[in-house]
């Protein structure tokens, strides 16, 4: 079973396409996306029409719950003065802020949780080299085996334990070297590769082996 993995969108609707494109040709079943879907790019209302349409499984951002707060809906682009466009827009709206925090999955005999920054916290950042703590926490109180994350955009593959903390990336430009990636897991093996959307190659990523104790 293959899993298409986005996150960090950020409003660029172009390379949701193609990775949406690139799952489709690698056989991916379902499809989730870790967060920030909106907030950065120019491309707002398509990239939420987006998600929902393609049934995209998709948690809140901090950037998501941020921009809705300061009634981002108001700002749109040519919306003033058509009550349609009005009320596609405070659909828009009201489809991001109820989106959750976290969502879990039962696959292939595996529980998997998504979330953005963290479960606790959709600014908390887990990067490869963040405490031991922060691994133990993540699963601490929860039934996971693997916890997918978005937010820091850098790919990530962890392993902890017998368990695994995942990143895709970011669509809109990963931190380190600008690529646009995301990612396809493959159950029940927890095959998770990072493919470049912009080339559709696959991107080299580093497993790494956390050392410690889930308390």
Known sequence: MKIGIVSDIH??????????????????SHIL????????????ES?????RTRNIMSVRGNHDRGAFANDIE???VGYEDDEFGDLLNSYRTQYVSSLPTTRQFHWEGKNILLAHGAPWSDTQHVFP????EIFSRLFNDSDADIVILGHT???MRIKFQDKWVLNPGALCGNREDLRRT??????PQVAFE??????GQSVELETRTIDGKIC
């Not at 080299?129 to 031991?132: G, Y």
């Not at 995301?182 to 159950?187: N, V």
């Open 47 to 51: 990239v939420i029409d987006y998600i």
């Open 194 to 199: 990072i493919f470049d959307v912009d080339t």
């Open 74 to 76: 108001d700002s749109s």
């Open 129 to 132: 080299n963040t405490s031991v």
């Open 33 to 44: 996306c870790a967060g920030d879907l909106i907030d950065g790019g120019w491309d707002e």
């Open 182 to 187: 995301c990612g396809i897991l493959d159950l």
């Open 153 to 155: 955009h850098i790919p």
């Open 11 to 28: 409003a660029h609707l172009t390379p949701l396409k193609r990775a949406v494109a690139l799952f489709e040709s690698q056989g991916v």
